[in-house]
């Protein structure tokens, strides 16, 4: 018993430990944009706060943060609902194609070969392209810019959970009629709601915190991001890290927001998706 619960307190102070490491970014974060001018010209990393919330406003009224977040609402929400039901199509079509199966082969092998390559490579072209379709400097060009550099993901994650289903259930609908796009919408795409909710999770993290996308593809003010307005937030020559700290955090809170509120949702979804593969 000794042993044990030896065992047990060595284990919780590690923990513990890895917590106060994990979280003592965050912390500093939040308190140094809580921070007035005074104190953090004085004490920059001491725990001590001033509470100064007006921080808050005045990095929200500098990032424009209300049109900030609708921009990266939507574009998320866009991105990962249009990237999980194209990845879902894209894989069950390769995988249980019957006519043109060489050109499904050939697709797929040009989805892996998407995966391997790095989208930094692709940038040049994705911008000529944009700038081509007049789509360029808007949230719907980023919407197409994301589903596009996360569809491999998507057809590669999908294309595991689609082997799981039992063929004879699609073969029932056939019987019964259905056609194939039909047998997929009411038959197998049901099936794969819980490796959905994992990628929904994936894609939603990908889009919400990527900066090099709306940095090259978005310069317009009224298309700009919440981690595009952060980069715009500092002088030139001069930084105020209280407010631009303040400004971070209005970054993030959006999303441990969801988390909290939808975090049985999510883990049961992610386990489920684990299992399920």
Known sequence: MKKKE?????????MAAVCILVFYPV?????????DDVLLAKEPLSLKTSFAFENYRLAAEKM??????FNSTVLTICS????????ACGAYAI???????????????LFLMGLALPQQVAMVPLVLWMQKLHVANSIFGLILAF???????????FSGFVNTVPVTLEEAAYIDGAGPMKTFLKVVFPLLKPPMVTLLIVIALRVWNNFMYPLLLSQGEK????????????????????ILFAATTLVILPLMIVYF?????IISGMLSGAVKG
């Open 147 to 157: 589903t596009g550099a996360n569809a491999a993901y998507a057809v590669f994650f």
């Open 223 to 242: 298309s700009r991001t919440l981690p595009l307005t952060v980069f715009f937030f500092k002088g030139d020559l001069s930084v105020q890290w209280n």
């Open 27 to 35: 912390i500093m974060m939040v308190l140094v944009s809580l921070k």
């Open 6 to 14: 030896i065992r047990r307190v060595i284990f919780t102070l590690f």
């Open 261 to 265: 509120i939808l975090q049985k949702q």
């Open 80 to 87: 990962g609902l249009l990237t999980t039901f194209l990845g």
């Open 95 to 109: 995988l249980r194609a019957k006519r043109g199966k060489k050109f499904f082969l050939i697709l797929n092998a």
């Open 64 to 69: 424009k943060y209300g049109r900030a977040l």
